[in-house]
């Protein structure tokens, strides 16, 4: 059966630190991946998907990067932490390359910039 | 561009209460909608999904869900709710025919009184 880890699940960092949140999913080939944050009130925000290794589309602009160096790992990444980078991070994937089908969700990353 | 808008933010409800959550979208063309729910310290799932066919959806736990294509609505619906069914419900739509990304409403947080 498939599984998703993320990792850390909680994580508090400086503002203007680094930031390196993973994502790795087992039990299947080629997903489709997507970075997800979500606040409360404002439901999932969508960062970044990826359709396969080393491609990778950004929905907003902002201060994150992601990058996929494997077929099932996942990186969402930052130079300089802000502020309102704070929030709860979700990962997800979806079995073809095709966006109507199920997404499963990790256990998301809490995230507080302080 | 597809939006999804969820009527309310916050639902209180007795146990037996009969539930229906509100969700409309916009979009001209052919949709795939879904409900997901995320119960407390658990992982965002899949509740139920339309693609095509019968505009009544069952999905897990008593839930159903109706398309209404002239209203532009997938509105949630159980005829009594138990307290297990405290969570957070989020509406989602993509476009079918583009095969594009997931738009998630803003959810709406459910809580049952035991």
């Known amino acids: 059966s498939q599984t998703i880890h993320q990792w850390p699940a909680t994580l508090v960092q400086p503002v203007g630190s680094p930031l390196s949140l993973e994502c790795t999913v087992e039990?299947?080939?080629?997903?489709?991946l997507y970075w997800y944050r979500q606040a409360a009130g404002r439901g999932l925000q969508l960062l970044f998907y990826?359709?396969?290794?080393?491609?990778i589309s950004s929905e907003v602009p902002q201060n994150l990067s992601a990058s996929r160096p494997q077929d099932r790992q996942f990186i969402l990444s930052s130079k300089k932490l802000l502020l309102s980078d704070s929030g709860f991070y979700l990962c997800a994937w979806s079995h073809t390359s095709s966006f109507h089908n199920e997404q499963f969700f990790g256990p998301g990353t809490r995230l507080t910039v302080l | 561009a597809q939006s999804v808008s969820q009527h309310n933010h916050h639902v209180i409800l007795s146990e037996a209460a009969s539930l229906e959550l509100g969700c409309n979208y916009s979009?001209?063309?052919?949709?795939?909608l879904f409900w997901y729910v995320q119960y407390p310290g658990q992982h965002l799932q899949l509740l139920l999904k339309y693609f095509s066919g019968d505009p009544l959806v069952k999905g897990i736990k008593g839930f159903e869900a109706e398309f209404i294509k002239s209203k532009f609505s997938f509105n949630l619906r159980k005829p009594s709710v138990q307290w297990s069914d405290t969570a957070e419900y989020f509406c989602?739509?993509?476009?079918?025919?583009?095969?594009?990304?997931?738009?998630f409403g803003k959810g709406t947080r459910l809580h049952i009184l035991p």
């Open positions: 979009y001209g063309g052919t949709v795939n």
């Open positions: 039990g299947t080939s080629n997903p489709n």
């Open positions: 989602a739509v993509n476009a079918a025919n583009r095969d594009d990304k997931i738009i």
């Open positions: 990826s359709v396969g290794i080393g491609q």
